[in-house]
Nanobody, 115 residues
Framework: QVQLVESGGGDVQPGGSLRLSCAAS????????MSWYRQAPGKQRELVALVTSAGSTKYVDSVTGRFTISRTNAKNTVYLQMNGLKPEDTAVYYC?????????WGQGTQVTVSS
């Protein structure tokens, strides 16, 4: 069982920045594929970014060049640095871990971008 705890969400003006963090349990964190998803009201949950155990990254087109996913294995933590935030980035952001054919989810953190 992998437990995930997100933090760092909040309210920000357009053009601003936030950094989300997700702390994971377990001694095998370095083997997890870690992802950030988001779900806006009335929309399906979508993959925002992922980082593999080897450090490869992937982003949805709408955040490429603005968001950066990274991981620190020594701290069992994955980050999502979000710059140039737009109102359409408003959503609940979820951290996910994929390991041994199982997916685990955090409770989510709200990000609201509004002037």
């Amino acid at each position: 069982q992998v437990q995930l705890v997100e933090s760092g969400g909040g309210d920000v003006q357009p053009g601003g920045s936030l950094r989300l963090s997700c702390a994971a349990s377990g001694s095998s964190f370095r083997h997890y594929t870690m992802s950030w998803y988001r779900q806006a009201p009335g929309k399906q949950r979508e993959l925002v970014a992922l980082v593999t155990s080897a450090g490869s990254t992937k982003y949805v087109d709408s955040v490429t060049g603005r968001f950066t996913i990274s991981r620190t294995n020594a701290k069992n933590t994955v980050y999502l640095q979000m710059n140039g935030l737009k109102p359409e980035d408003t959503a609940v952001y979820y951290c996910s871990a994929y390991y041994n054919a199982l997916a685990y989810w955090g409770q989510g953190t709200q990000v609201t971008v509004s002037s």
